[in-house]
């Protein structure tokens, strides 16, 4: 789960950011963004009920997403919402393939950076 300062919670940021114009999307996923004005990322992840009808399963999906935004924040340019839209084909694809749609989802929006950050790194 992410961090209470990196989560999207009120609806006047989440409407501010779906307003905007800056958006890029895939068949499976997409993200919204807009600068807001700190030095933090704040994140949401939002699965309609067209992606499915059971609560179950958009709660996995959510969750799913959350994980990896959490891997991928330390390489997410700082200072922007990101609201992450899940779409039906996310129910059918692996933990791997949703996390490698991301990336590319977020390079394409030019947010994320080109390199990657070793996996046994220690802070």
Known sequence: MLKKSQRLKK???IAKVLKGKKGVFDAVCGVKYSKNGTAV???TVV???KVSKRAVDRNW??????EIMKKMLPRITPGYDLILLAGKGAL??????????????LKKSGLLANSRLPENRVF
């Open 61 to 66: 999906i959510r969750r799913q997403y959350q």
């Open 41 to 43: 990322t704040r994140i």
């Open 11 to 13: 609806d006047a940021d």
């Open 47 to 49: 699965t309609g009920l």
């Open 92 to 105: 059918d694809l692996d933990f791997s393939a949703k996390e490698q749609r991301l990336e590319n989802v």
